[in-house]
């Protein structure tokens, strides 16, 4: 089976966790391609950071700090403690030592000259990734950086949400380089030849919004052949972890199962989705969405563990048809 996942960072990485336990009871040799989101990434220190490609490097690769969601386990910051005592880069944004090393070998190749999918595809021969059978893809190979507009102008994503906790009300969110960008090579392909196409429950405006406001992403998913199903990031009217709120917030669309779906929109309308997973606390949404023409279904979406991210997996897979 080949399946293709469009990923943010910590909700996508733990899905897509869980996906390949299931996919190596069920049908060992299948093929995930996972493309991330790369409008988080900066340069910070003279390193280029991309912390949603990383936490899914470090995921799948077993070396997350498993409570934190993102980062390295066992990770210190006196690289970062040095740096603040010079006064110097953005003291609430630490780098971990071992993350560190990840983003010089990063930087080095970058310049060197090799685009982000090959730093990206040398970072993760080091994690086994391709021998669970994962390749991991940017969505694209220029720079595009999320920039939140709030009183006073635009400010970075990263400085938006981790220095203000998300708490500036945001007017608008804007993909700076998106007009410079295209997909990255194998995105468009990996959509197009997929058996079924995966939106994990990834936030859906900074993550899964800016892949498909790659030009050419959107339109590969609504042209592909393969069922488009996702998970709801949304449970009882609040996101599990995070800000989804705010930012959903900032576009208009209400914070629940439905108002997501529907954002989303189904692909015979306009839309990306042809499923919906929802929470057994929004078992209302699935009835309401099924009557509409939607292929939905509740069950629990807690990613608890391992194991029960497998079963949401395989419930996804249940309502692609596969
Ligand atoms: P980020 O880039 O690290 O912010 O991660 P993602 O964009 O991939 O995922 C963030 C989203 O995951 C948040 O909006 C949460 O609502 C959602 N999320 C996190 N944990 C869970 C979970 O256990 N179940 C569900 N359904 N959603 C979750
Ligand atoms: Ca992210």
Redesign the pocket.
């Known amino acids: 089976m080949k399946l293709t996942v469009l ?9 897509t966790r869980g996906l390949l336990a299931h996919l190596a009871r069920t049908a060992p040799g299948s093929q995930v391609t996972v493309i991330a ?1 790369t409008g ?1 990434d900066m340069w910070l220190h003279g390193v280029r950071v991309c ?2 490609l990383d ?1 899914l490097m470090y995921t799948l690769g077993g070396a997350v700090h498993e409570e934190q ?2 980062g390295r386990r066992e990770e210190s910051s006196r690289v970062s403690a040095d740096l603040a005592a010079y006064d110097v880069g953005w003291e609430w944004f630490t780098l971990g030592d071992l993350d560190l090393a990840t983003h010089l070998a990063r930087t080095q190749w970058l310049r060197e000259g090799l685009t982000l999918s090959e730093a990206t595809a040398r970072l993760s021969a080091r994690w086994r990734l391709a021998e669970q059978g994962v390749r991991l893809l940017p969505m694209s190979d220029q720079p595009v950086e999320t920039h939140v507009e709030v009183d006073g102008g635009l400010i970075h994503f990263e400085e938006w ?1 981790v220095r203000h906790r998300a708490a500036l009300p945001a007017r608008r969110f804007v993909q700076v380089g998106l007009d410079r960008a295209s997909a990255a090579p194998g995105v468009l392909a990996a959509i197009t030849d997929a058996d079924a196409v995966l939106l ?5 405006v ?3 919004g800016t892949i498909l406001a790659v030009p050419g992403i959107r339109e590969a998913v609504r042209a592909t052949r393969a069922p488009v199903v996702g ?5 009882g009217g ?8 705010e ?1 959903l917030a900032a576009i208009g669309v209400s914070a629940t199962a439905e108002g997501v779906a529907r954002h989303y929109g189904l692909r015979e309308r306009g839309g990306v989705l042809d499923g919906w997973l929802v ?1 057994t606390a929004d078992a209302a949404t699935a009835e309401l969405l099924a009557a509409d023409g939607w292929r939905s279904a509740a069950t629990d ?4 563990d391992v194991p029960a ?1 497998a079963r ?1 997996a395989a419930e996804l897979l249940a309502l692609a048809g596969r």
């Not at 979406?301 to 608890?304: D, I, S, V």
């Open positions: 990923s943010g960072g910590v909700g996508g990485a733990r899905f989101n988080d912390p949603d936490t969601g993102w949400w994990p429950p990834s936030n859906p900074v993550s899964v998970v709801s990031p949304i449970i609040a996101p599990v972890r995070g800000m989804a709120a930012c929470d979406t807690l990613m608890r991210t949401i």
